[in-house]
């Protein structure tokens, strides 16, 4: 195919060059003589659009420019640069069209992207496409939809008309000059973008994501949180530096080792107390549970890294002790770093203590690369919603309930015989919360916003806060009546989308959400401000836990004068540096991590007739798919031990199992069941369950009651449900960087 392009480009580029009528050429003559400024006023407007996009209003756009001319100036120079390399091609138009369209296109997703969150399109949201397009089937309508297809298929065909038909430059291009003159432009452009950092105009530190894309523009700060990523290494560092900040850290206390509580984290989603707004009013209060529990229990405002967005921040820094100011501008720990290396946490740390950790999320197992980051942070299990039966539980705009989370959260504490650790990640207070009303009788009325929308999406919001309260009263009775020493820390991941400034609040700033630490161990309460990266070591203190490095230097060095520089010497030597605080030698790695903490089996399949079976087994959730021969069939879910499919015609010798398909869009499946061969021993009799022999990928019979995965998502096969290695092989345990598997279930990534 490529050939052919290439063959019949060539054969265009030979043919002899159409004489233009003397006004065209004159025109070209002109565009060709004034190309440069030409292409600056193409950019200014073109950065006007994306601006436009941005901000969605003609009037504000025009005010950015009034405002901030040389800001706006500088993000068109940007623009520009990128477009100096078309003067080195004759088709120099069809370059410049194409590189002001995939400039275009970043805007236009920016603006999709702003219509679902607070924070606009950044770096590390290009690194992933799957979730790109969640988002984009999340927040775009049908319409909306078939509009983004209809205009890239458009484009697609205008580039292809513009390859062959635009104006072809016919001087002589000196090359001498040419690529001089476009290094020189780049190297006066680095040296404006010096000049307005020094100046102030520009900064390369975001305190607040969103503010920053209004004030220093859309295509400069898609730039920053590109390509400025990780943590910068800290002056001095070194092996000696490391070795005096452990010394001044020194003894923490001595952790006893016997009769730990069951620790479980529960992080609510975009959840604060909305009585804090000045000018809201409410038909009754909200949260009547946060704030009788809050006047018993330890509690205080908790600082969060964002606002709006950005979840698994928050939860990164509350799991690690870790603070993201250190890392660049809209970054995402969990989109880089961690997806690679394994990292210190909570889960690590109580596993030297012998406790189980697991993680429990009402939302689908991929969004933010969660599925891999908890085996890099030390997790035994995952159970996402995709191994959740209450599936169709889900508030007015289909966000799963808080409340189905109780009986996983007991099921993770039902796991071990030994203390558990369990995160807890929420999310039916996710936006985008809707401009009408949506709840026939809503339990909590509001007044005082500012407009009819804004009205229904606060009191939408408060409804569902105001079930999540009633979610933490039912978790606490329900840890509390199992009997076993407990505590529970809640906190609100970040403020809602609703566009709240610090004024707009009677106490706290919109990067302070709530907390409270719950437990039954009789422990003192105290009122206390914290930052989310000091949770775990606050926690950890109550109990008497005095381990990690991260957790114990919090302990001992928050008033230290030298704190947080400490703390980022500390982050970089254990994520970039030479890990001088562990000897050189890092001693976590991936853990061999479980999808779902009760394993899915397969046990039979029923024949009904030619067409149609019954699947039966356990544990089996909405998401559950028959798969046969790695091909997986649309599949009715009737109840956790039965499983419907019609359509398909299985015949004797075909492999089968269960695969859990995500529920993020992707068709991919998270992991497998047992395989099992159809129509081995007794024929198979409608109405009945035909015998299922368990068969190893050689054709021998499995007696030893192990699994055997055919659906390895790279084609192989492994022998083992512990085993998820690349290759196929019979080592147990052993894993690669991108499979996990235990518990029955063979996972895939």
């Not at 070591?537 to 001992?556: C, P, R, Y």
Request: charged share 20%; net charge negative.
């Amino acid at each position: 195919m490529i050939r052919k392009v290439r063959e019949l480009i060539r054969k265009h580029a030979e043919k002899p060059v159409r004489e233009l009528d003397p006004r065209t050429q004159k025109i070209v003559d002109f565009c060709n003589k004034y190309a440069l400024i030409l292409q600056f006023i193409a950019c200014f407007l073109l950065y006007f659009v994306i601006e436009w996009l941005h901000r969605k209003s003609f009037g504000q756009t025009v005010r950015y420019f009034d405002e901030r001319t040389k800001v706006y100036l500088y993000n068109t120079m940007l623009i520009y640069t990128t477009m100096l390399p078309a003067f080195m091609f004759r088709r120099r138009f069809f370059v410049r069209f194409l590189i002001g369209l995939f400039w275009l296109i970043l805007g236009i997703a920016n603006g999709i992207v702003l219509a679902g969150r607070v924070t606009p399109l950044t770096g590390p949201d290009m690194s992933t496409v799957s979730e790109a397009m969640a988002v984009v089937t999340k927040y775009v309508s049908e319409t909306g939809l078939i509009l983004i297809v209809a205009g890239l298929i458009a484009a697609a065909l205008l580039l292809i008309f513009l390859l062959f038909k635009a104006p072809v430059y016919r001087g002589k291009r000196n090359f001498k000059i040419i690529v001089p003159g476009i290094l020189v432009g780049i190297l006066a452009f680095s040296g404006l973008t010096r000049l307005l950092l020094h100046a102030r105009q520009l900064s390369s530190y975001f305190g607040n994501i969103a503010f920053a894309y209004q004030d220093y523009g859309f295509p400069y700060c898609l730039g920053v949180t590109l390509f400025q990523t990780g943590i910068d290494e800290p002056d001095n560092y070194s092996e000696e530096l490391i070795d005096e900040i452990m010394n001044e850290v020194g003894d923490t206390g001595e952790t006893i080792k016997d009769d730990f509580p069951n620790i479980i984290v529960v992080q609510l989603e975009s959840f604060f107390d909305n009585t804090d707004v000045k000018w809201l009013n409410f038909s009754d209060d909200p949260l009547p549970n946060w704030h009788e529990l809050s006047s018993q229990y330890s509690s205080g405002f908790y600082q969060v890294p964002t606002v709006g967005a950005g979840t698994v921040n928050t939860e990164f820094e509350t799991l690690t002790g870790m603070s993201l100011r250190y890392f660049g501008p809209g970054e995402y720990p969990y989109k880089g770093v961690l997806k690679k290396e394994a990292c210190e946490s909570a889960p690590f740390v109580l596993a030297d203590l012998g406790y189980s950790s697991h993680a429990v999320h009402n939302n689908y197992a991929t969004f933010y690369s969660r599925k891999t980051v908890y085996a890099n942070l030390g997790f035994n299990d995952f159970t996402s919603n995709e191994y959740m039966s209450d599936q169709d539980q889900v508030n007015e705009i289909g966000w799963m309930r808080d409340e189905c989370l109780i009986p996983y959260i007991g099921d993770a504490l039902d796991a071990t015989e030994n203390q558990d650790f369990v995160t807890v990640i929420s999310v039916q207070g996710h936006g985008a919360y809707p401009t009408e009303d949506v709840i026939e009788e809503p339990a909590i009325t509001v007044t005082g916003a500012a407009t009819a929308e804004k009205t229904s999406q606060w009191e939408y919001y408060t409804n569902q806060i105001h079930e999540m309260d009633r979610f933490v009263k039912d978790l606490i009775e329900y840890v509390d009546d199992r009997g076993e020493p407990s505590i529970i820390l809640f906190y609100g991941d970040h403020l809602p989308t609703m566009g709240l400034t610090d004024d707009d609040l009677k106490k706290g700033t919109t990067y302070q959400t709530s907390y409270l630490m719950w437990d039954n161990l009789g422990l003192k309460r105290k009122r206390k401000d914290i930052c989310a990266y000091q949770a775990m070591a606050e926690l950890f203190k109550k109990v008497g836990i005095h381990e990690g490095t991260i957790f114990n230097f919090h302990q001992s060095m928050q008033q230290n004068e030298l704190y947080l520089y400490d703390l980022q010497t500390l982050q970089y030597d254990i994520l970039y540096g030479e890990k001088y605080v562990y000897g050189q030698s890092m001693p976590y790695s991936k853990r061999v991590m479980a999808m779902g903490v009760k394993p899915i089996v397969l046990d039979s399949v029923e024949k009904v007739n030619d067409h149609t079976y019954y699947i039966h087994g356990s544990n089996f959730t909405q998401s559950s798919r028959l798969t046969v021969n790695d091909e997986y069939y649309e599949t009715s879910f009737i109840s956790d031990d039965t499983l419907l499919v019609t359509g398909v015609t299985l015949e004797n010798g075909d492999w089968i199992n269960v695969g859990q398909l995500s529920n993020s869009g992707s068709g991919k499946i998270l992991s497998h069941t047992n395989t099992i061969v159809y129509g081995i021993g007794t024929p198979t009799v409608p109405g009945s369950a035909g015998e299922m022999l368990q068969m190893n990928p050689d054709g021998t019979q499995n007696d030893n009651g192990q699994t055997a995965d055919a659906g390895n998502a790279d084609g192989n096969q492994t022998t083992d449900a512990g085993n998820s290695d690349g290759n196929q092989t019979a080592d147990t345990g052993d894993v690669n960087e991108d499979k996990t598997a235990d518990a029955g279930n063979n996972n895939e990534n």
